[in-house]
């Protein structure tokens, strides 16, 4: 194997190599000529970095196409330029992979391509050190979620997402033929989770689910990753003050400056019609929600009236709802609620909603075997991230996000 003295390193760790041989792979980025000296900047999955090349083989390794991977061996040096406070003096190199000589994108350029075609070419993409960040950012939040609630007692489980009832309303399913019978792809792990705090007390799943939105927004996408909890014995406000945990703990853990108030403000359903001049009943459009939501972080919008949520929402009184919403500015970030954890509550209120008790049967019966009362929500994992990077389009943090317009790559 050709190479240097040092066996293969990884750009982090040329600080401590200073005068010492290595061998590196990875990924010409970009070349720069000065004089008769040519930088290479080289990326790796750390970052980028400069190596120098001169003379021979600077004419030999301007000949590569950009993006190819290649290894490259020399002495470790102090930069002189700004990529890097260290750089690698290329003795010799290898091509690994040649890339084509033309690209889709180009990860070098300062000019951002379109976001369609960055996300059509998403493992190019990637190369920028920009957007992998936000992938880095993305991982690192779900194992500050698990921690988390795996910390607060919650068990992580994991739901069947090909299902036989809509848990969420059936104007956004995505049926399918299953053997000859009708079966949906899961909309939430609702009715799950709802089944499993009888056992298992408190239970979280982080997963994706798919709704038949046609629409395409910034905010909305066909498949899309939920953080989901459900707590027997909790409330309202206990559900409120866990998520409200939650997204602190993230800003702290992801290192994101933001001055979070003491408490999330909570504003009532009612309030919002007051502002807008709507009447009790009507539902809150995207405008009427950005108008109110206009230059506020986070808050809750609670007591929603009961015909505007899903069936399973506990009732408050005759007309509201032990409900909420976590919102950031005009986006809805996170619903949840108290449940009914009554049978024949549910199955009324089955009826009331429209559904038919009987296609629910399978579930309804756990309600008979000593469900206990019980609280929980669904957080938009993407939308929250959206925010906490201050993307502007839910595709930015999404590898390769579905839309009605995009089932490739
Ligand atoms: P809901 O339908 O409000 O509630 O969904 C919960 C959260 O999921 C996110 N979300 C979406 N994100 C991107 N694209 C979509 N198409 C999309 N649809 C929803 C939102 C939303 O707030 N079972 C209840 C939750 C619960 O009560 O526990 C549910 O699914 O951020």
Redesign the pocket.
Known sequence: MKGGGQGEVQSRDLEGLEGKSVTLTGWIDSFRQLGKITFVIMGDPEGNYQAVAREEMARKIVQVPRQSYIKIWGPVARGQGKASPFEVRIEGFEVINSADTVLPIDPASKVNSELTTRVNNRPLDLRVPEERAVFLTRAKAMQIIREFLTGSGFVEVDTPKIIATA??GGAELFKFDYFGRPAYLA??P?LYKEELVLSLGKVFEIAHYF?A?KSNTV????E?T?V?IEAAMAMRDDAMKLIEGLVREMYRGLEVNYAMPERFPVYTYEDIVNHAGLKFGDDLSSEVLNDFGRGKGYYFIVDWPISLKPFYTMPKGDALSESFDLMYGGL??????QRIHQHEMLYSRLKASGLDPESFSEHLKAYRWGMPPHS?????L??LLMVLMNREN?REVVLYPRDSRHLAP
């Open positions: 848990s969420e909309q939430s609702q709704r939105e905010k909305h996408l066909n899309f939920s989901d809805e970030i996170a619903s949840g609620g929980g929500w669904g957080m938009g993407d939308r839910i």
